[in-house]
């Protein structure tokens, strides 16, 4: 099988490439299952602390295949919504394992983002775009809506209106608009790109694992969720976070610095 999706680990930094550059890196039904095992690997192992998501070559994600569209319009008329409602729980339990994966999560986007591969990114944490980078929700021109987030994601990020009209016309909007419209939170040089996503992934994941993944968790859900909520799902995890050993740990070390300054 090929290798539609790279995954190398260092110094507890995963990093997933998207390995399709002949196709900028189109999703197809193979790549989005091997994607989906990518993730879940990365969401099981405790020895992992973050994940860089990148693109093979110029693109980082140009979004679901066009022959695969082909295909399903190909298929008996009888069987084209049903085949397209699985299809689409795939696409939604890639998107919310990479939303939910419980450690920081950074898109370092190379090239055009576009569709899918826009709200790819945007299921991420974080964006740290190269000058190369560009996004566009190009769905329309298709005759389709954002099947990955989208209309979940970027309202978030650059507000209702804004949202709409980058749905709506399917315009395309360069890394530095991206900045200014807080679609993305970095920009970096094109050579140094991946890197610079690592190093603030290290950045991100260097405190307590458990608190981060519980932080994360409440956090996703925070603009749905009334203060209150937010409160009590904030003691319960508070409750977990007193009995890890990196709690105590940092509690003792913590009094032990305090007791040796005091002889």
């Known amino acids: 099988m090929t290798d539609l999706v790279l995954l190398e680990v260092a110094t507890g930094i995963a990093t997933l490439t998207l390995n399709r550059p002949e196709k900028r890196n189109a999703m197809n039904d193979e790549m989005r299952t091997q994607f989906i095992i990518s993730l879940e ?9 973050a994940l860089v998501l990148t693109g093979a070559g110029k693109g980082f994600c140009a979004g679901g295949d066009i022959s695969g569209m082909q295909q399903r319009m190909q298929a008996p008329a009888g069987e084209i919504a049903f085949a397209g409602w699985h299809r689409q729980q795939r696409v939604h339990r890639a998107q919310m394992l990479l939303h939910s994966l419980p450690k ?22 974080f964006i740290i775009g190269s000058q190369f980078a560009s996004f566009t929700w190009s769905y329309i021109h298709r005759g389709l809506i954002p099947d990955g987030g989208g209309m979940y994601f970027l309202p978030r990020r650059a507000g209702l209106a804004k949202a709409k009209e980058l749905i709506f016309t399917g315009s395309t909007v360069d890394v530095d608009l991206a900045m200014a419209l807080g679609i993305v939170d970095r920009k970096t040089s094109a050579d140094t790109l991946v890197a610079d996503a690592q190093s603030w992934a290290r950045e991100l994941s260097h405190g307590s694992a458990s608190a981060l993944a519980l932080t994360k968790s409440i956090l996703n859900q925070s603009f749905e969720s009334p203060a209150d909520q937010v409160f009590k799902e904030g003691s319960q995890a508070m409750g977990i976070c007193y009995t890890s050993a990196e709690h105590r740990d940092s509690v003792m070390a913590f009094l032990a610095r305090s007791s040796s300054k005091d002889k």
């Open 41 to 49: 690997r990365v969401a099981a192992d405790t020895a992992i602390r």
């Open 104 to 125: 920081p999560v950074i898109a370092a986007v190379n090239g055009a983002a576009a569709g899918l591969g826009a709200d790819v990114a945007l299921a991420c944490d």
